[in-house]
C-alpha cells in the first residue's frame, strides 16, 4: 500500500528544502474539520485525533509531538476579526489525520509549531476564499499557509479499478490549468462545480475547499503546479503560492 503513495511520500520529504526559510510557524487546514464559523485550534500541545477505522492497529499508536502555538492562533483570529469574519476557538482538539499523516512525513521531527483552522460549514467557495484573503498577511510574518486536501477524493473511485480515468484526468487538467491563473482563479474556484466532471472528481467537497483558503491568500498571484503524480490510478496535484 505504501508504494502507492510514494510518489507524494517523496515530495513531502523533500517540501522544506523548497523554501527559502524555514517556517516559524505553520497553519494548516484540512478536509476533517468543519464548525459554524471558522475556528482556530489554541491548544499548546494538541495529541493526535484517531479519526478514522478498520486500519491496522499500529496506525492508532502513531506519534508526532508538533507543538500548538496560541500566540499565532490569537494572531490569525484577530485578523479573521480585522475581516468582518466570525470565528471561534477550540483548545481541546487534537490534529486530525489531515494534518498529521502528511505532516509526520514532511515535518518528521515535529519541530515547527502548528495551528490548525477549520473549515466553514456549508463549504461556500467564496466564503474561504475570504477567510485566506484575511489571512494574507501571515505570509510575510514567517508562517507557512497549509491546505492539506485532495484535488480527486471520490473513495469508490478510488477502489473502482480500470485503466486512465479520463474523467478524473479531466478535472485535475482544469484544476492545474485554474491555479496558474492568478486573475482569474478566484472566480475559477467559485464557479468549480461547471469545470468537468467535478462532481465525480469531488463528490463533497471538504477535500477542495483547504485549497480554496490557501488560494485566497493568494489572491491574484501566479500559482505553480508544484506535485502532480497518480495514486490508485488517479491523478493528483499540489499548488504553490509565492
Known sequence: MRDTWRELETYLR?????????????????????EDVPTVNTGAHPSLLFDYGGFPDHTYRLTWPA???PA????????????????????????????????KVMVPEADIPLVQLSLQRGLDPAAHLAIGRA????????????????SYHNMRGFFGGGAVDEKAEAF??????????????????????DAPHARVAQPHEDHLLPLMIAAGAAS???????????ALGKPISGFRFG
Not at 14 to 34: C, D, K, M, N, V
Not at 77 to 103: C, K, M, Q, T, Y
Not at 140 to 146: K, P, R, T
Open 67 to 69: 507543538p500548538g502555538a
Open 220 to 230: 491574484g498571484e501566479t500559482g505553480v503546479i508544484h506535485f502532480h503524480g497518480h
Open 14 to 34: 523533500g517540501f522544506l528544502a523548497t523554501l527559502t526559510e524555514q517556517p516559524r510557524a505553520i497553519l494548516a487546514i484540512s478536509g476533517h474539520w468543519e
Open 172 to 193: 485535475d487538467a482544469w484544476l492545474r490549468a485554474a491555479m496558474i491563473d492568478g486573475a482569474t482563479r478566484d472566480e475559477a474556484l467559485i464557479r468549480w462545480e
Open 135 to 150: 489571512l494574507k498577511p501571515l505570509r510575510d510574518e514567517g508562517v507557512l499557509i497549509l491546505g492539506s486536501g485532495q
Open 72 to 103: 499565532i492562533a490569537a494572531r490569525v483570529r484577530e485578523l479573521l476579526s480585522d475581516a468582518g469574519i466570525a470565528n471561534g476557538a477550540e483548545h481541546a482538539r487534537g490534529w486530525d489525520h489531515g494534518i498529521f499523516v502528511p505532516l
